[in-house]
């Protein structure tokens, strides 16, 4: 359990050091923030200076029942709707129809603008008394007409085509030109005020600014259960804006109403069509009942026996109603067949059969939903078919009612003639001049009773007409909030902020990301956390080779040496026989400063009064000799290594006057052949001698990724110092190292991280600690 417990509080210790550290490492950079951040906020704080405000416009209307309306009872002429599908009101709302109609009614496809320093702004009207020539239908690409006021007059430039045409006046209406518009200043106006200024009138074509406005205008349902419709609309002018949305509303009434009236209208026309038809026959009937009278010179008839004539008379009754229901039959089957305009019938004629009735009724809306549908799309559009099929299954059905309904009535017709026959005994005496003169009354009263008819339901469809209600309820006329919706300063300005973080942020990030150089402890912790980490050398600017020159300095890398001989004791195996421990200083790579350290580390340990050792054993590339400003070629190790009869005692040097307990061995003359003599034995006899002479023996060996020297002698060592260069040692090198340690290619590796704080990125820093009570700095 303690030692889990202590385990957590080890990887809690971890990640805290690592966020300080990141973040450490991020504010090293602060400048970068500071800058970025004022700069955005300067640009923002221009932004907003010269932004063009926009406004959002609103409006509120309320889609009326028509179920609900003033229409008559008893009529139903009008296309009645008892559910509202606010869906349907909407695509009609935003339709190229409605929309064209606003455009031309608000002259829309010429817009004006005023043209400042920075930016140009949309106004709702010029200073000037504005006349268009041109017709807007003529219009078909863009046109742009730029107006300079001058003290002395006006300049006039085409934009596209660059042609200049200059005024005398503020006036164009006394010059002969070909411009598509006059202006002249108003009288209203002041000239001090416009002078200077630039405008510019622009031409579009209307299908294109009605296209325009079409996708610019959000038609939105309040609440799911309302038959409230929200208009909205974002733009420069608060007025265009109030306008184009009144002027929206309007229009969609009035198409609204348009669409009621039409089932009205088409009635009015049916019925005065057969007003025509019916006024022919009637004055036919009568010439032939004046004629039949005349010619026979019949004044009255006696009336038949009581009950023949009572019989005949019901009999008659009855087929006065058969007959006058066939003739209603026949005038709708012919309205049917023959009806080409609007496919729009007479309702409630006077046919008593509801089916059929209820057919007209359904047979009325369903062209009035075609016509509706067509207006606003396609004929290819799949909602304009299924109308259109609709429409043509009930013409078929009512087809089909109408013929049963005429046989009905025409089987019953015969049966009332055949009972007529049998009636006609008891009224054999009535002369055959008084059945005739029957058969014309009877053709009379049914035209006539026809005429009243249709004159009664002329007046229905005409008060009908004349008080359609309105489709939409205005609630809330177009208005405009007081402040702009775009653009908004607080938004702007936190963007600007938290952009200025996030920018240098990012940039950083990918710096850190992509970089692949080792820059302290931490990085190698990463890899292996078998292996200690002994030291951490801080990186000076224009540092000395020799720290230790003089042995009593207290400088931050004279300390960091100390602490490095202090730390090396402590992963050196303990021994009994009171001989010199070998400690090796090697490196991957060349560069990373093995034998800086080495010299360092030596002169450290000497300075504490032990006899130490150092042995340049990089034969291919020795630098201990520039360090200690000696001949390259003094007799050394190699020499010793080659001859025999060479004592490798006299090939050492006292390179520091400082350090009387410090010997050198120099690498000597570089062999061809370094593998081969570090195995000839020679090399194992030399620290074997020295052990029995020294505390210390420091070895400066080659590096291992290049060479196999150090690892051929590598058993030799107590202790390995394996040198990496923060910035400078690439992290994969790391495993390489590890796997040396692991494999027991080399012996007890510890490593020493050289340059620490070469970058300030990464926070490392050694300007405290070090000099504390000693108030000095070397």
């Known amino acids: 359990m303690d030692n889990s417990f202590n385990t957590m509080n080890a990887f809690d210790t971890e990640d805290s050091i690592d966020l300080k550290q990141e973040l450490r490492r991020y504010l090293r950079y602060w400048p970068w923030f500071v800058f ?3 700069l955005l ?29 003033l229409e008559l009872p008893t009529s139903a002429f009008i296309f009645k709707r008892s559910n509202i599908n606010l869906e349907n009101e909407k695509e009609i709302l935003t339709s190229y129809l409605i929309m064209n109609r606003v455009v031309r009614e608000l002259n829309l496809n ?21 006349k268009q020539i041109i017709e807007p239908d003529s219009i078909t690409k863009t046109i742009s007409y730029k107006i300079n006021v001058k003290a002395n007059g006006l300049e006039i430039i085409d934009v596209d085509t660059e042609e200049v045409f200059s005024f005398s006046e503020h006036s164009t209406l006394n010059s002969d030109t070909n411009l598509p518009f006059e202006i002249s200043l108003r009288s209203e106006a002041s000239e001090k005020d416009i002078i200077g200024k630039t405008f510019l009138i622009n031409f579009k074509s209307i299908k294109n600014v009605a296209l325009g406005l079409k996708a610019k205008i959000g038609v939105e349902a309040i ?41 009205s209208k088409r009635t009015l026309d049916f019925i005065d069509e057969r007003f025509v038809f019916l006024e022919q026959e009637l004055d036919s009937i009568e010439v032939n009942r004046q004629d039949f009278k005349q010619s026979n010179n019949i004044v009255d008839i006696i009336a038949d026996a009581e009950l023949g004539l009572e019989q005949r008379a019901q009999s008659d009754e009855e087929l ?86 005429s046989n009905q009535l025409e089987a019953s017709r015969q049966q009332l003639s055949s009972r007529n026959r049998r009636f006609s005994g008891t009224v054999s005496q009535i002369p055959e001049k008084e059945k005739l003169l029957r058969a014309i009354n009877r053709q009379q009263k049914i035209k006539e009773s026809l005429y009243l008819l249709l004159l009664q339901k002329r007046e229905e469809a005409a008060i009908n007409l004349a008080i359609t209600e309105p489709s939409i309820k205005v609630v809330e006329y177009a208005l405009t909030g007081g402040n702009p919706i775009s653009p908004k300063s607080n938004i702007i300005y936190a963007g600007a902020l938290l952009g200025g973080l996030l920018i240098p942020f990012g940039i950083l990030y990918l710096m850190f990301m992509l970089d692949t150089k080792l820059h302290g402890k931490d990085d190698i912790t990463k890899v292996s956390s078998k292996i200690p980490v002994i030291g951490e050398i801080p990186f000076k600017k224009n540092k000395e080779d020799v720290v230790f020159d003089d042995p009593d300095s207290r400088s931050a890398l004279a300390e960091s040496f100390r602490i490095l001989s202090s730390n090396v004791d402590y992963i050196l195996p303990v021994k009994d026989d009171h001989k010199a421990k070998v400690i090796y200083c090697t490196s991957t790579i060349k560069g990373e400063g093995k034998t800086y350290v080495s010299i360092n580390l030596s002169l450290a340990l000497s300075s504490i009064n032990k006899k130490v050792l150092l042995i340049g054993a990089d034969l291919r590339n020795p630098q201990i000799h520039t360090h200690i400003k000696q001949d390259k070629h003094n007799p050394g190790l190699s020499n010793y290594l080659h001859d025999g009869n060479f004592n490798w005692r006299d090939g050492l040097r006292k390179g520091f006057d400082k350090h009387p307990n410090h010997d050198i061995l120099l690498s000597g003359d570089i062999p061809p052949n370094p593998a081969h003599l570090l195995t000839n034995g020679r090399f194992t006899k030399l620290i074997e001698e020295a052990k029995d002479e020294y505390d210390y023996i420091i070895v400066d060996t080659a590096p291992t990724i290049l060479v196999t020297d150090t690892l051929l002698i590598s058993q030799l060592a107590d202790a390995t ?39 300030k990125s990464y926070g490392y820093g050694y300007n405290y600690g070090y000099n504390y009570g000693y108030g000095n700095n070397v």
């Open 36 to 38: 970025t951040v004022m």
């Open 41 to 69: 906020l300067i640009g923002a704080y221009l932004y907003l200076r010269y932004a063009p405000r926009i406004f959002e416009t609103y409006a509120k209307v309320k889609i009326l029942d028509e179920s609900e309306g």
């Open 110 to 130: 010429t817009s004006f603008y005023e043209e400042g320093t920075i930016q140009t702004s949309q106004i709702e009207t010029l200073p000037f008394t504005f």
């Open 223 to 263: 609440g799911e259960q309302s038959d409230l419709l929200k208009l909205v609309i974002t733009g420069e002018s608060k007025e265009l804006s109030e306008k184009i949305l009144n002027t929206l509303m309007d229009e969609f009434n009035r198409d609204g109403i348009y669409d009621r009236q039409l089932v």
């Open 320 to 405: 006065f109603r058969i007959e006058h229901q066939l003739t209603l039959s026949d005038l709708l089957e012919n309205a049917l067949k023959n009806n080409t305009e609007s496919d729009l019938l007479p309702a409630n004629i006077g046919i008593e059969n509801s089916s059929i009735n209820v057919l007209i009724t359904d047979y009325n809306s369903a062209v009035i939903n075609r016509d509706r549908y067509l207006s606003s799309g396609g004929a290819n559009n799949p909602i304009v078919q299924k109308a259109v099929t609709q429409v043509e299954n009930l013409k078929a059905n009512l087809n089909r009612s109408l013929e049963t309904y």
């Open 721 to 759: 110092i394996y040198l990496v260069r923060a910035d400078y040692t690439e992290k994969n090198l790391l495993k390489y190292s590890v796997d040396l340690s692991e494999t027991g290619k080399l012996k007890n590796v510890a490593y020493v991280v050289n340059s620490v704080g070469a970058s």
